[in-house]
Nanobody
């Protein structure tokens, strides 16, 4: 069982930056692929970024590629999402998610992820 707690959300002006953190419980964090998703009001939850167990492979949605960076620190059981050049359309609740240990495959489908955090709100004003 993995418990995830996100932090770092808030209100920022367009063009600004935020860094989200996701702290994970348990001793098996380093075996889990991780992802960030977001859900805007009235829209379905969508994939934002994913990272493999070592941090050596990362994946991004087209809409955020070049602006967002996912990373992880296995010694701290934490995954990060650095968000730069934020746009009003990035406004959403952002969720951290963990795949089951040892997973290898596509990072994009929500069904890959067995554990989810409670979400953190990011609001970008124009």
């Amino acid at each position: 069982q993995v418990q995830l707690v996100e932090s770092g959300g808030g209100l920022v002006q367009a063009g600004g930056s935020l860094r989200l953190s996701c702290a994970a419980s348990g001793r098996t964090f380093s075996s889990h692929a991780m992802g960030w998703f977001r859900q805007a009001p009235g829209k379905e939850r969508e994939f934002v970024a994913g990272i493999n167990w070592s941090g050596g492979s990362t994946y991004y949605a087209v809409s955020v590629k070049g602006r967002f960076t996912i990373s992880r620190d296995n010694a701290k059981n934490t995954v990060y999402l650095q968000m730069n050049s934020l746009k009003p359309e990035d406004t959403a609740v952002y969720y951290c998610a963990a795949a089951r240990g040892g997973y290898s495959g596509s990072y994009y489908p929500q069904s890959v992820y067995a554990y989810w955090g409670q979400g953190t709100q990011v609001t970008v004003s124009s």
